[in-house]
């Protein structure tokens, strides 16, 4: 597009892990050893698998009670929503958009820029490319911040234990939305921005 | 780059190579495969565990909350309240509760639900663990065949959980006194058992009280045991002194019922379930011989009712028989008088053998009938009803029947209902009457004629007082006077120094002497009887008499 030559029309491939420029034929990357290709191997259908995974986890893990509280002997489960809904309600605007950007739009936009990504470059669609390869690099950032709530449930159930006053016990959902963040991370992991360009030329 | 170096030819086979992995399926969709089928069998999983829904009515949602508090049997949990809505006419407050798959049996149609708040009573505290954890709803599965979606919840807990062992008894009474749900029943001032509930007779004219007696102890309700309602303190002052009674102090405060079976009861079985008693107001009642059934006659008496209460006893020749329920005033036109109108209720039971007897005797038809012929037979003989004073000086009044063979023939209506009975006026009746007949008699006497005629005599008395004072009197001091002087001259007559007196006493001397030869000559007659013939011999005692008149009495006894 750009007139930016790429590495096979000049008969090279570049490490992934150590980044050596290899010539184009070989399949283990004479510096590091690790197996060389052109492109990640069956990029497209391994971010769609893990994708769709993260998906199907995601129901669950919203629906799901995280969370089991007791607090001087009445007990309740939060999910993820219903402990937004409770900060707000009660005031901490604050804490309930982190939790929310966090742990509902995070993981949202993932689904969203992932999809969309893997959509265009399937439709080897040329349009925003420069946009859509920072989106993905935004994408792989924000990645693990979403493994904060995770991180929260285990340290508070770690934390709050005092017998019969109050107790926090982690629930099922959060296993599930650990699950999810996992797989969009391999989800975004597997892809290759590469691919994005390759919409410039006919065949990959 | 040492190691491999593959020369450039396999470049052309690399190419298919590749194309042919990518036809392939690859491994990493078994993950999406995996997510799906987990969650698949989440949704499977719950699907099967989710219980049937139950909605129930509470009077309010005090302590509820949705999708927080919970439904327990046994203090386990068995399900959730899901939601919390206002039934369409706002009375109620409609809890739909999602029950777990294993409380299935909570859907039957005479499940209990109720709320398990915190209750403090005289009963006990019960509910405490709710203080912190707050209301939750428990649950008591029943054992109808029959499954039901609604339900009504009960406002208290029941008191006696589904299948606990023992019986169900209805106690009837007139009121329910102190008594409540979960009152408890005493025997022999152990608690075997409670009340759980209580309900208007369908008539409305008592209360039908339901309990339950635990086993073992149910096989003490006997078929003649006797209820009474064993509430409050019974005080009670007899010639052994003041008696005070209770069963407990829960009792005491909240009421309670015991039960004993009669000391005489040789054929008495253990109750059946459900099996229906009579609820006593205290134990001297209950323990009594049954009463039967009331018959209710009724009395008119043409005096005045002050002092007869409703309640007063009805006697029969000294035997309690009855009470009195009303006393009314009635109006007689063809008299215009107010005669007094004394319902009673009277127990023919209590007579006894002689009720037996009598009922022998009355031949057949229905018990109604006997007891009007026994009545009719009765009033013919004389039965009369009479008011009497109980008590002088409280002025209590009771109704005793008697026999008076005097009394004047009534005619007995056996088609009256209530029966009457014929009255004679009471015993202080007669006596005001013979008082009346008194005070008649005495206002007959004249006694303005009486009066005038004492006042002539009168008049005249004074007249004769006049005549008696102007000329008897002078003429009495006259008298006396000289009588006076008589008496002076007596008294002059008698005295020491007088000649009259000298003179008597010098006769009594002579009299003394002559009695002297007196004895001398008959002490020489007695021995000399001879010398009344002969005379005086020598050899005789000299003697200075002569025998006189009294010689010649002497005389026959020598000729002897």
């Not at chain 1, 904060?148 to 982690?170: C, H, K, N, Y």
């Not at chain 2, 009712?305 to 009195?324: E, S, Y």
């Not at chain 2, 009033?379 to 000086?393: F, K, P, S, W, Y």
Request: proline content about 6%.
């Amino acid at each position: 597009m750009n007139g930016i030559p790429f590495a096979r029309e000049r008969n090279v491939t570049l490490c992934h892990v150590c980044g050596y420029v290899c010539p184009d034929d070989t399949h283990v990357c004479p510096r590091c050893e690790s197996a060389v290709h052109t492109r990640k191997p069956n990029s497209m259908a391994r971010t769609w698998a893990f994708l769709i995974a993260g998906l199907i986890f995601y129901i669950p893990a919203n629906t799901l009670p995280v969370m089991f509280t007791t607090l001087l002997g009445s007990a309740s489960e939060n999910t993820i929503m219903s402990g937004v809904i409770e900060f707000a309600e009660g005031g901490s605007w604050d804490i309930a958009i982190l939790i929310f950007i966090a742990s509902v739009l995070v993981p949202c936009i993932k689904f969203l820029v992932l999809g969309m990504l893997l959509y265009t470059c399937q439709r080897r669609s040329q349009w925003a490319m420069r946009e859509r390869s920072r989106l993905y690099r935004f994408i792989e950032l924000i990645g693990y911040w979403s493994m904060l709530d995770v991180l929260v449930v285990a340290l508070v159930a770690a934390l709050v234990q005092f017998r019969g006053l109050s107790t926090i016990e982690p629930r099922l959902g959060i296993l599930f939305f650990g699950l999810v963040v996992v797989m969009t991370m391999f989800a975004a992991m597997s892809f290759d921005p590469r691919l994005i360009w390759d919409a410039e030329v006919e065949d990959v | 780059m040492s190691e491999n170096t593959l020369p450039p030819s396999t470049q052309a086979p690399g190419r298919p190579q590749v194309k042919a992995r990518k036809a392939r399926i690859s491994l990493v969709w078994l993950v999406p495969i995996v997510a799906g089928v987990i969650g698949l069998s989440m949704v499977i999983h719950d699907f099967l565990n989710v219980g049937p829904k139950v909605v129930v009515s509470f009077l309010t949602a005090e302590g509820l909350e949705a999708k927080k508090t919970q439904v327990k049997y046994k203090n386990v949990v068995i399900g959730t309240v899901t939601d919390i809505a206002l039934s369409e006419d706002r009375t109620h407050v409609l809890a739909t509760i999602e029950l777990n798959q294993s409380a299935t049996p909570f859907t039957r149609a005479d499940t209990q639900y109720w709320v398990v708040r915190p209750r403090i009573g005289a009963h006990g505290v019960s509910g405490v663990d709710t203080l912190l954890s707050g209301a939750f709803i428990g649950a008591d599965a029943g054992s109808s065949e029959e499954t039901r979606k609604d339900f009504t919840g009960l406002e208290t807990p029941p008191p006696v959980t589904f299948g606990e062992k023992g019986k169900r008894f209805i106690l009837h009474t007139d009121d329910l006194g102190s008594l409540d749900i979960g009152s408890p029943i005493y025997f022999r001032r152990i608690q075997v058992g409670q009340v759980v509930a209580y309900e208007l007779a369908k008539d409305g004219k008592g209360v039908d009280i339901e309990i339950f007696i635990n086993s073992p102890n149910d096989q003490y309700v006997l078929t003649d045991s006797r209820f009474w309602n064993a509430s409050g303190v019974d005080v009670s002052i007899g010639a052994a002194g003041l008696k005070v009674s209770t069963q407990s102090l829960t009792s005491i405060i909240s009421g309670g019922i015991a039960f004993r079976e009669p000391k005489y009861s040789p054929d008495a079985k253990p109750a059946d379930s459900n099996a229906e008693f009579k609820l006593f107001e205290d134990q001297a009642t209950a323990l009594a011989p049954p009463d039967g059934d009331p018959k209710y006659i009724r009395m008119r008496f043409n005096q005045s009712l002050r002092g007869l209460v409703v309640n007063a006893p009805v006697d029969f020749l000294g035997v309690n028989i009855g009470r009195v329920v009303s006393v009314d005033l009635d109006y007689d036109p063809a008299t215009r008088t107010f005669p007094g109108v004394v319902g009673a209720v009277i127990y023919p039971q209590r007579l006894g053998a002689a009720n037996d007897k009598l009922r022998e005797q009355a031949g057949g038809g229905d018990e109604e009938e006997q007891t009007t012929r026994i009545l009719g037979g009765f009033v013919e003989r004389g039965l009369r009803a009479q008011i009497r004073t109980g008590n002088l000086l409280t002025g209590q009044l009771y109704v005793a029947m008697d026999f008076d063979p005097k009394a004047p023939k009534i005619a007995y209506n056996p088609k009256a209902r209530p029966l009457e009975i014929p009255t004679v006026g009471g015993s202080f009746d007669k006596l005001q009457e013979q008082l009346q007949a008194f005070v008649d008699k005495l206002g007959k006497i004249p006694i303005d004629d009486l009066a005038n005629n004492l006042n002539g005599s009168l008049i005249e008395l004074q007249k004769t007082m006049k005549n008696v004072n102007g000329q008897v009197l002078p003429q009495v001091t006259g008298t006396l006077q000289q009588a006076q002087k008589t008496i002076g001259a007596a008294n002059a007559t008698l005295s020491d120094d007088s000649p009259a007196r000298l003179q008597l006493g010098q006769a009594m001397e002579e009299v003394q002497r002559t009695a002297r030869s007196v004895r001398v000559l008959t002490d020489f007659l007695s021995r000399h009887p001879e010398s009344l013939i002969r005379g005086r011999t020598g050899d005789a005692a000299p003697g200075s008499y002569k025998g006189s008149s009294s010689s010649r009495e002497i005389a026959p006894e020598p000729a002897q």
